[in-house]
T-cell receptor
């Protein structure tokens, strides 16, 4: 069984540029999560989807961050414009009424 | 979700049992104790969870005190591949967000 797939694995951009991350969850998992992990810290939830509905986006900085999961399968997280403080690892996870399975993450560096 | 307290780091000799403590003194009656670990450059991985009884699976054992205010994750025969950051998390149920702390950085010494 394929795990959670994320791309790209690494991304370096200049500040004020846009960036997008893609996640394909495990087949059949209806719950999808995006987390952000700063260096030396544990992951923090940005948004949680149940199918295509965002059910918890309280921690998503909505002025510059957006996310979508149009068909209830894969998802895209976007930042526009990126700031220096957005440098972090962005993790996607999925679950189906069980434990969460995480992808390898996308390491974003904003210069 | 209740907060947890874990030591910042621990070392363990390869082949020995690694015992990772966690304090969760404000845990509620309906909150479970979960353990995840994160190996370098990977996403977190689920290990085990429990409510009040001790639990064991192929990866580890979880010992929860009778008052549920603390727990210990036991890796019975640690290998070098067990070097990782281990997170103890308490929450109500599956599907809720995971609230990670800073975890315990476990280093297995050859």
């Amino acid at each position: 069984e394929a795990g959670v797939v994320q791309s790209p694995r690494y991304k370096i951009i200049e500040k004020k540029q846009p960036v997008a991350f893609w996640c394909n969850p495990i087949s059949g998992h209806n719950t999808l999560y995006w987390y952000r992990q700063n260096l030396g810290q544990g992951p923090e939830l940005l948004i949680r989807y149940e199918n295509e509905e965002a059910v918890d986006d309280s921690q998503l900085p909505k002025d510059r961050f957006s996310a979508e999961r149009l068909k209830g399968v894969d998802s895209t997280l976007k930042i526009q414009p990126a700031e220096l403080g957005d440098s972090a690892v962005y993790l996607c996870a999925s679950s189906s009424s069980g434990e969460q399975y995480f992808g390898p993450g996308t390491r974003l560096t904003v210069t | 979700d209740a907060k947890t307290t874990q030591p910042t780091s621990m070392d363990c000799a390869e082949g020995r049992a690694a015992n990772l403590p966690c304090n969760h003194s404000t845990i509620s009656g309906n909150e479970y104790v979960y353990w995840y670990r994160q190996i370098h450059s990977q996403g977190p991985q689920y290990i085990i969870h429990g409510l009040k009884n001790n639990e064991t699976n192929e990866m580890a054992s979880l010992i929860i005190t009778e008052d549920r205010k603390s727990s210990t994750l036991i890796l019975p025969h640690a290998t070098l591949r067990d070097t990782a950051v281990y997170y103890c998390i308490v929450r109500v149920r599956w599907g809720e967000k995971l609230t990670f702390g800073t975890g315990t950085r476990l280093t297995i010494i050859p």
